[in-house]
Every structure is written in C-alpha cells, then in structure tokens.
T-cell receptor
Framework: DADVTQTPRNRITKTGKRIMLECSQTKGHDRMYWYRQDPGLGLRLIYYSFDVKDINKGEISDGYSVSRQAQAKFSLSLESAIPNQTALYFC?????????????FGEGSRLTVL | AQSVTQPDIHITVSEGASLELRCNYSYGATPYLFWYVQSPGQGLQLLLKYFSGDTLVQGIKGFEAEFKRSQSSFNLRKPSVHWSDAAEYFCAVGRPGDYKLSFGAGTTVTVRA
C-alpha cells in the first residue's frame, strides 16, 4: 500500500462545483503539502501545513482552501472550480526530524474542470 | 526565495547513450538539492539528493549528479540510458530550515530504440 494516498485519482467536474481532494499518509510525518503540476510550469506550492494547527499559503493559494483534519490527513478544496484549475495535483509529506525538506509524494489526482 | 531553472524542455536520446540533464539554481548559500523522476501516470520518485559533503552523489537506477557551487548547478547524468528511463525529470531546491521545495519546469526525456 502507498505511504501517501490521494483520492480521487481522477475527477471530471463542471465549472462552479465544489471539489475536495483528500490525502492521507502512513509515514508519520508532521509536514504535509499540496502542489499543482501544469505542463511547462513544474510543480507549484498551493498550501502547506507543519502540524494540525498550522496552515500556510503557498505561491498559488487563490481559489483553494485546505483542512488538516489530523496529523495524517490533509484535504484540498476548490470552493467553486474553474477551468484553469484543471491540473494534476500532488500531496506530499516531509519529516521534521530530517530537517531537509525532502518530499514524499502521492500518486496524484488529475482534475478536469469543464 | 530560491528558484530553479531547467534549460532543456525535452531531450531525445538513443538507448545505450549517455544522458545529462541540466539544473541551475538561484540561492545565496548552499541549498538542499534534489532530483525527482515522474514516469507516465505515476507520482514523483526521488532519484538522489545533496545536502553537504561529497559533491558527486549517487542515486537510484544508475543516476548520479554533481553539485558545482561556482556554477550554481546540479546536473544529472546517466552513462547508459534504458528505455525505462523515458520520463519527466524535475530538479528541486530547498533552503536549510525552510522545509519547502521549489521545482524546475521539468525535462521530458524520450528514449529511442
């Protein structure tokens, strides 16, 4: 089983709909992240959380919100999806104890907004 | 903030030939450096990382990378590519104590028979 699990893996939705992408991890890491991947742009950080009570905006947080329900769970919401949010979304974790920021990724959630 | 440039968007290489992917970073001190690989339909897998010490680092799948401070580079190499190396490769940089990585735009590698 994957250490970082994302659901759903694929989702097609319509403009204006609310969408939630969920991430859970069994690695015991305290730090969790949501990245977005677009062709030619690499990965860009949307939100990150260093513990349950700590939520921080990344470089492209507009239009997104997150919730850290537990140490192992970090969900990303699109309150009103728009077509330019069509992308591949990755959840990742890192371990505070290493101090390096090395990321461990889920397999991605592909979102299409029509 | 740190930034990463991968100058090559797409590289085509013959199976058995050598491969070098370029990565340049912008950061005042010694950063933490990473190479990740993304195979089609998969997540990102860590190939190798550099934090300090020996500037030539070995990774998985026969890859290596060399940190050159004077050139602000961390280029990835493989002496002989296999068809299974066809993938997208991302260079990433982090600042000590920051715990956030910045990624390059990626280089897509195509391997021809």
């Amino acid at each position: 089983d994957a250490d970082v699990t994302q659901t759903p893996r694929n989702r097609i939705t319509k403009t204006g709909k609310r969408i939630m992408l969920e991430c859970s991890q069994t690695k015991g890491h305290d730090r969790m992240y949501w990245y977005r991947q677009d062709p030619g742009l690499g990965l860009r950080l949307i939100y990150y959380s260093f513990d349950v009570k700590d939520i921080n905006k990344g470089e492209i947080s507009d239009g997104y919100s997150v919730s850290r329900q537990a140490q192992a769970k970090f969900s990303l919401s699109l309150e009103s999806a728009i077509p330019n949010q069509t992308a591949l979304y990755f959840c990742a974790t890192s371990d505070l104890r290493t101090g390096t920021g090395e990321l461990f990724f889920g397999e991605g959630s592909r979102l299409t907004v029509l | 903030a740190q930034s990463v440039t991968q100058p090559d968007i797409h590289i085509t290489v013959s199976e058995g030939a050598s491969l070098e992917l370029r990565c340049n970073y912008s950061y005042g001190a010694t950063p933490y450096l990473f190479w990740y690989v993304q195979s089609p339909g998969q997540g990102l897998q860590l190939l190798l990382k550099y934090f300090s010490g020996d500037t030539l680092v070995q990774g998985i799948k026969g890859f290596e990378a060399e940190f050159k401070r004077s050139q602000s580079s961390f280029n990835l190499r493989k002496p002989s590519v296999h068809w299974s190396d066809a993938a997208e490769y991302f260079c990433a940089v982090g600042r000590p104590g920051d715990y956030k990585l910045s990624f390059g735009a990626g280089t897509t590698v195509t391997v021809r028979a």
